[in-house]
């Protein structure tokens, strides 16, 4: 018993680190874990927010992504937040001294 909750507490600790250094980003280049990108999304798609699946879901907007080597539309929907109190950072884009970075979105 004590031994499943030891590996489970190191897959948990290691998937945390390799979220948290920015490794499953793609793209052009780094700028502190943020994807540096070729240039601005394209104006978002206007969404229909649809009738909630129940009590605890929040809905996250629709978002232009980079993907690759180019910006991809993820479509808005319904998803409950992984733990009680949690909050959604949306993904944003901002130009840095000259540099377009997109930043993905993450629950805080």
């Given at each position: 018993m ?6 489970r507490?190191?897959?948990?600790v290691g998937?945390?680190?390799a979220l948290?250094s ?8 780094y700028?502190s874990g943020?994807v ?8 978002d ?7 909630s699946?129940?009590?605890?879901y929040v809905?996250?907007p629709?978002f232009y992504?980079w993907?690759?080597?180019?910006w991809?539309w ?13 909050f959604w950072?949306a993904?944003?884009y ?8 997109w ?5 805080h």
């Amino acid at each position: 018993m004590r031994q499943k909750y030891i590996i489970r507490k190191l897959v948990a600790v290691g998937l945390g680190l390799a979220l948290a250094s920015g490794c499953v980003a793609t793209g052009p280049g780094y700028v502190s874990g943020e994807v540096v990108v070729e240039g601005p999304p394209p104006p978002d798609i206007e969404e229909t927010i649809v009738v909630s699946p129940g009590v605890g879901y929040v809905w996250l907007p629709g978002f232009y992504g980079w993907v690759g080597n180019r910006w991809s539309w993820t479509s808005g929907h319904w998803e409950r937040p992984p733990r009680p109190g949690a909050f959604w950072h949306a993904p944003h884009y901002e130009n840095h001294g000259g540099h377009h970075v997109w930043t993905r979105g993450h629950w805080h």
